[in-house]
C-alpha cells in the first residue's frame, strides 16, 4: 500500500512538485485545453509558488509526447553563455570558478521562450488563458509552506545586507520571512505579466500573433530592456565573497531563442527510455540502464543490498561519462559531438563499461575513453573542495533547499570566513518537476528550474532575479562543458519519457540535481522490470550516491559515498557497508522528490506524486 492513492483518470491526469501548479494543469485540461496547454499554464504558475525553485528567468528542458503520431521531441529551454562572458574574463576577476550566486554567472533566462514556444506551435489556449493563473496567485497570493518559509528565513541576513530589492519582493515590510501558512503574493510580477499580456494583445488580435508578441517582448521588449538595464550597472555580493557585475546584456535575450531538439532514446525492457540530449545530463541515464540489463535487476529486490550496489556502481560509471564527456563548448564541433554521444549510447560501450561494476564498491573516478576526446575534469581536486568546504557538505547532494545553519551567524562582514560559509549554505537552491496527459496521449514531462530566489538579486522593476545556469561550466578550454559566449550550460535538468508496445507512455522527473538520473533510474527499474506500481516504485527507500563531481559550486565530490533513507530492512545497510560504500542514512524520506504518470492506450490515465517534501501532487479526472 503506497503512501497515497494512485490516481486514475480518462479526462487528463497531472503530477507536479506543488499542488497548486497540478491543480492549474487539471483545469486547463477541464476547460478543454490539451496537455500542451495545461503543462504551459502550470510551469507559469510553479515560477510563483515555488520561488525557491525556479522562476521566470530560470530554465526549462521539455519532452513531449504527441498523441497523433506517437513522435517524442524535446525542447530547449536553456540559454546560452552572453557574449561578454568568457575563461579571461572570469580570471582577470581572479577567480578559478564561475560563482553560484549572483550576476557573474547569469545566462540568457532561457524557460518563458521555451513555454510560449509550446503553446504557439502545440496548445490550443491563447496567452490571456494562459498567464491568468500565474497573475491570479502573484497578485492574491499563496501559502507559505514549511521549505519556502526556511529558504526565505535563511536568506534573511543575505537580503538584508546584500540584496535589499530581494528583501523587498520576498521578505515582510519589517525584514522577516513571512510564516508558515501566510499568504505570500508578488504584485511587481504579477504586473510585469500583466503588462505583457496587455502589450501583446495590443499587437493583433489574433492568437498566435500575441503569443509570438509575448516571445518578442521578453527578448527585445521592456524585460530585456529592464534587464539590460539593470546588467549594465548592478554590482552584487556573491558566493565568491566579491562584488561582481553581470556580463547579460539585452542584446544576447535579442539574439536568442528556444528550439526543438532532437532527443536520444534507448530500448529497455521491452519499451524505449528518452531523453533531452548532451545539452541536459540527461543520457547519462540511458548509459546507466544500459549497464542494468532487465534479467539481471528481475532477480533482485527492489530495495535489496545487490540492487541499490549494482545501480549506484552503474550510475558512477555513467556520471563519470557525464562529467568528462558532455557539453557542447567548441572544443568539439556539432557533427563529433553527435558521434560521440552515439558511441556512449552504443551496445558495445555499454558491455566494455557494465564489465567494471563489481562485487564491492569502487572508489575511483573512472570515464570511458573515446577517441577524439582527452579532457578529464580533476576528481581529486573536486574531492578536496568537499572536504575543505565543511559546511557546503549540503552540496553534495545536487541542490539541496537552503536551509538555515544554527551556528551561521546573523550578518557580519564576508571577509570573515565564518560569515562566508554562512552566506554559501543560504545561497543553495533546488528544482521542480511537471508532468500532464490528457486523454488523446498527448504527454508532457518538464523539469523548469533556475531563477530561484536565493540566486541573484532580484531586478526591482521586474520582480523577479536572474538564474545563475553559468556556474556549471568549467574555465578550461579543452572541456566539453569549458565556458564559451553563445554555449549552453550542460544542465541537470532532465525530464523522462518512456513508451511501450502495449501504448503506455510514462512521464516522469524530479528535483535533485546531480541525483535525478540516480532517482529516476530506480524509479524506471522498479516500474518498467520489477513491476511495481508507479506510487510503490516512487515510495521505494530512496539513495544516491556523491562520487560525482557535482555541477554546482563549488563543484566538490565524495568518494565512496552512498546516501541511503533508513527504511530498508534490517541487515542491507551492513551489506552495503561490507562491499565498501560509505553509508550515511538521510532519515526515512529524504531520498527522491518523484512525479509520474501514465497514460494507457484506450485512454484510461494513472498518477502518482511522492510525499516527501509535503507539496507534490497527483490528481485527475
Not at 2 to 31: C, D, F, I
Not at 332 to 357: F, G, N, W
Not at 364 to 387: K, M, T, Y
Not at 479 to 497: D, F, K, V, Y
Request: with cysteine.
Amino acid at each position: 500500500m503506497g503512501t497515497r492513492v494512485e490516481v486514475l483518470g480518462w479526462m487528463g491526469v497531472a503530477s507536479t512538485s506543488h499542488w497548486l501548479s497540478s491543480q492549474t494543469a487539471l483545469a486547463m485540461l477541464e476547460r478543454g485545453g490539451n496537455a500542451f496547454d495545461a503543462a504551459v499554464a502550470a510551469g507559469l504558475v510553479m515560477q510563483v509558488v515555488q520561488p525557491h525553485l525556479n522562476g521566470p528567468a530560470g530554465d526549462v528542458a521539455i519532452l513531449v509526447h504527441d498523441g497523433a503520431s506517437g513522435t517524442v521531441a524535446s525542447i530547449c529551454g536553456q540559454g546560452p553563455a552572453p557574449a561578454g562572458l568568457n575563461i579571461a574574463a572570469i580570471r582577470a576577476l581572479g577567480l578559478d570558478m564561475i560563482p553560484g550566486t549572483g550576476l557573474l554567472p547569469a545566462v540568457v533566462p532561457g524557460a518563458f521562450d521555451a513555454w510560449m514556444m509550446l503553446l504557439l506551435e502545440k496548445g490550443t489556449i491563447d496567452l490571456a488563458e494562459a498567464l491568468a493563473p500565474a497573475i491570479l496567485y502573484a497578485t492574491r497570493g499563496i501559502p507559505v509552506d514549511p521549505r519556502l518559509h526556511e529558504t526565505l528565513s535563511a536568506a534573511v541576513p543575505v537580503f538584508a545586507k546584500y540584496w535589499p530589492a530581494s528583501g523587498a519582493a520576498f521578505l515582510n515590510p519589517d525584514g522577516t520571512a513571512p510564516a508558515v501558512g501566510a499568504l505570500f503574493a508578488n504584485p511587481t510580477l504579477a504586473a510585469t505579466w500583466t503588462r505583457l499580456l496587455r502589450e501583446a494583445q495590443a499587437c493583433s488580435p489574433d492568437r498566435d500573433a500575441q503569443i509570438e508578441a509575448a516571445r518578442a517582448i521578453w527578448s527585445d521588449g521592456f524585460i530585456a530592456g529592464a534587464i539590460d538595464s539593470f546588467c549594465g550597472s548592478a554590482h552584487a555580493m556573491d558566493i565568491s565573497g566579491a562584488e561582481h557585475g553581470a556580463k547579460l546584456r539585452g542584446s544576447d535575450m535579442s539574439q536568442w531563442r528556444a528550439s526543438w531538439e532532437p532527443v536520444v532514446s534507448l530500448p529497455y525492457a521491452g519499451g524505449m527510455v528518452y531523453k533531452c540530449g548532451g545539452w541536459t545530463q540527461g543520457p547519462a541515464l540511458l548509459q546507466a540502464l544500459a549497464m542494468l540489463p532487465p534479467d539481471q535487476m528481475a532477480a533482485m529486490e527492489p530495495a535489496g543490498a545487490a540492487f541499490i550496489h549494482q545501480v549506484t556502481e552503474a550510475v558512477k560509471l555513467a556520471l563519470a561519462d557525464r562529467d568528462s564527456h558532455y557539453g557542447e563548448s567548441p572544443v568539439l564541433t556539432p557533427r563529433e559531438r553527435a558521434v560521440l554521444m552515439a558511441q556512449l549510447l552504443s551496445p558495445d560501450y555499454a558491455a566494455q563499461r557494465a564489465c567494471l561494476i563489481g562485487a564491492n564498491a569502487s572508489s575511483e573516478f573512472r570515464p570511458g575513453a573515446v577517441p577524439g576526446q582527452d579532457w578529464r575534469p580533476d576528481f581529486a581536486s573536486a574531492c578536496l573542495r568537499q572536504r575543505d568546504a565543511g559546511i557546503l557538505a549540503a552540496y553534495g547532494g545536487g541542490e539541496p533547499t537552503v536551509r538555515a545553519m544554527p551556528e551561521s551567524p546573523a550578518g557580519g562582514d564576508m571577509a570573515n570566513e565564518a560569515d562566508a560559509l554562512a552566506y554559501r549554505v543560504r545561497a543553495v537552491g533546488d528544482t521542480s518537476c511537471l508532468s500532464v496527459a490528457d486523454a488523446q496521449g498527448n504527454v508532457v514531462s518538464a523539469t523548469p528550474s533556475g531563477g530561484w530566489l536565493q540566486s541573484s538579486p532580484v531586478i526591482a522593476e521586474l520582480g523577479f532575479p536572474l538564474g545563475t545556469r553559468a556556474q556549471m561550466m568549467w574555465l578550461e578550454a579543452a572541456s566539453p562543458s569549458g565556458l564559451a559566449p553563445g554555449t549552453r550550460p550542460r544542465t541537470t535538468l532532465t525530464p523522462t519519457l518512456a513508451t511501450r508496445p502495449d501504448g503506455r507512455v510514462t512521464a516522469l522527473g524530479t528535483p535533485g540535481g546531480d541525483q535525478q538520473e540516480q532517482w529516476q533510474a530506480a524509479f524506471l527499474i522498479r516500474h518498467m522490470v520489477q513491476g511495481l506500481s508507479l506510487q510503490d516504485a516512487i515510495d521505494a527507500p530512496g539513495f544516491h550516491t556523491n562520487q560525482v563531481i557535482n555541477s554546482f559550486y563549488p563543484r566538490g565530490a565524495i568518494r565512496d559515498s552512498l546516501v541511503v533513507e533508513d527504511r530498508l530492512a534490517p541487515g542491507v545497510v551492513e551489506a552495503l557497508r561490507e562491499r565498501g560504500h560509505k553509508v550515511t542514512l538521510a532519515g526515512p524520506w529524504a531520498e527522491g522528490r518523484l512525479c509520474a504518470l501514465e497514460a494507457r492506450a484506450g485512454g484510461t490515465l494513472r498518477a502518482a506524486a511522492t510525499c516527501r517534501g509535503g507539496q507534490s501532487l497527483a490528481i485527475g479526472r
